[in-house]
């Protein structure tokens, strides 16, 4: 079993059906490879951890460093861990600076990662939903 995290730019800011497509897309393939894991999207900005079979989380990050919509993609994290921090989830997902929330981001993160015990894998998405809760 591995995780991986990473962080990626978007070259244009992607529109809501776009991203419910890349979600969708994620799922569906995350789900047939055995991957888990939490999407968050502040901006043009992606903060994504992935774990499951070590080949299959190689590959689908192989695929995404490929895809021409990121740059500037940077590996924070990655290496075997023996259990997964998101096992319900084929990609659970929040959305930075939407208009309208009932919850700041901030918060919205905060209930997604209230299980996770990695103090480290904690801070990035509680870090960067801090900097990505308003619109860029």
Do not use: K
Not at 15 to 24: K, N
Not at 36 to 41: A, C, D, F, H, Q
Not at 85 to 108: E, R, T
């Amino acid at each position: 079993m591995h995780r991986l995290v990473y962080i990626s730019t978007a070259r244009a800011q992607p529109s809501g059906p776009q991203l419910d497509a890349i979600l969708l897309g994620a799922r569906r393939r995350n789900a047939a490879a055995g991957i888990t894991g939490l999407l968050v999207v502040g901006g043009r900005r992606f903060l994504q951890a992935m774990e499951g079979p070590s080949a299959a989380v190689a590959e689908t990050f192989e695929r995404i460093r490929r895809n021409p919509v990121h740059f500037a993609i940077v590996q924070l994290a990655h290496g075997p861990i023996t259990e997964r921090a998101f096992a319900g989830w084929s990609m659970g997902y929040q959305l930075g600076g939407h208009a309208g929330n009932q919850i700041s981001v901030p918060l919205s993160v905060a209930a997604l990662i209230e299980p996770l015990t990695d103090p480290v894998l904690r801070a990035y998405f509680s870090g960067f939903a801090e900097l990505h809760a308003s619109p860029s």
